[in-house]
C-alpha cells in the first residue's frame, strides 16, 4: 500500500515490512541492460539512413521517465533535421576545435588535429537539448542550485542508453560555443544550450571508446574510497 501523506512515509521507513515489488526483475532483464551499459559509445560516424520520427519520439519520451530535482524537468529540447542548420551549427565547431588544437602543443596537437570528435553533418538528426529554468524556487536547488542542470545531463544519459538499447547511435559535441549555438539555432527565450548530440545509425562498430582506440586516453579504475 502506498503511504497517504508525509508522516505514513517515514513510518513506512521504520517498519521496513518488505522490498518493494518493482525492485525484482528478472536476472535476463538486468543482463540486458548491462548489456546496454557496456556497449553504450559515443559516435562520430553515421550512415545516412534517416531516424523515423516515430523512433525519435520514443527516444524523447525517456524525458517523461527522466529524474530530476523536485521534479522540475528543467529542460528543453530542439530537433534539428534541416542541413543548413547543422551546417551553421558545424561552422562553430571548426572555430571552437581550431581554438582548443592551441591548448596542446608537440606530438599532442598533431594527434588531436586528426581526432573525429563529431558526426554533425553526417548524423541525419541533432538534439540541442537545453536549460529552461521552471519560474520560482525549486525544490532542491538551495544549497546546490547547479542540480538543475545536473537534471538535463541525467536525462541525456538516460537518452544515450535508450537510443543505444534500440540501435541508434549518438554523439556528444562540447566544442561549441552556447552563444554560437544560441545564434545557429532557434531556441525558446531562457533556454540555455547545454549539450548537441547527433543521433543516427552508426556506420563505425566500436568496442572500446573511439578517444582509447586512437591512442589519445585510456579507460582507468574508478579511484574510491569506502568510508
Ligand atoms: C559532456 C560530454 C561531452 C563530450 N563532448 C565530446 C565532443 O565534443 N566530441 C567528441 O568526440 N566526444 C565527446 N564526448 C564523448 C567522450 O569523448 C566519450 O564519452 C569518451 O571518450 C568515452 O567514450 P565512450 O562514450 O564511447 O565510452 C563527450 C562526452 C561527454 C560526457
Not at 529542460?75 to 582548443?100: N, P, S, Y
Request: proline share 9%; aromatic share 8%; with cysteine.
Amino acid at each position: 500500500m502506498t503511504p497517504a501523506n508525509h508522516e505514513e512515509h517515514y513510518a513506512a521507513d521504520a517498519d521496513a515490512p518488505h522490498v518493494a515489488a518493482a525492485s525484482t526483475f528478472p536476472a535476463s532483464d538486468a543482463d540486458a541492460l548491462w548489456r546496454v551499459l557496456a556497449t553504450r559509445r559515443d559516435h562520430r560516424h553515421f550512415h545516412p539512413t534517416p531516424v523515423p520520427r516515430e523512433l525519435i519520439e520514443r527516444l524523447l519520451s525517456v524525458f517523461s521517465v527522466a529524474p530530476s530535482v523536485g521534479l522540475s524537468q528543467p529542460w528543453h529540447v530542439t530537433v534539428v533535421q534541416e542541413l543548413a542548420v547543422r551546417e551553421a551549427v558545424h561552422a562553430g565547431f571548426r572555430d571552437v576545435r581550431a581554438t582548443e588544437a592551441e591548448r596542446f602543443s608537440g606530438e599532442r596537437r598533431e594527434l588531436y588535429n586528426t581526432l573525429r570528435l563529431e558526426g554533425i553533418l553526417q548524423a541525419p538528426v541533432g538534439l540541442v537539448v537545453s536549460h529552461l529554468p521552471p519560474d520560482g524556487p525549486v525544490l532542491g536547488t538551495t544549497a546546490m542550485p547547479a542540480a538543475s542542470e545536473y537534471s538535463v545531463i541525467s536525462a541525456i544519459t538516460l537518452l544515450w542508453l535508450a537510443a543505444t538499447a534500440e540501435g541508434l547511435g549518438m554523439g556528444w559535441v562540447s566544442l561549441l560555443d552556447p552563444a554560437h549555438l544560441s545564434g545557429a539555432v532557434p531556441l525558446p527565450t531562457g533556454a540555455r544550450p547545454l549539450a548537441y548530440l547527433c543521433l543516427g545509425y552508426p556506420s563505425l562498430d566500436l568496442d572500446e571508446p573511439l578517444l582509447q582506440t586512437v591512442g589519445w586516453g585510456q579507460r582507468r579504475p574508478l579511484p574510491v574510497d569506502w568510508v
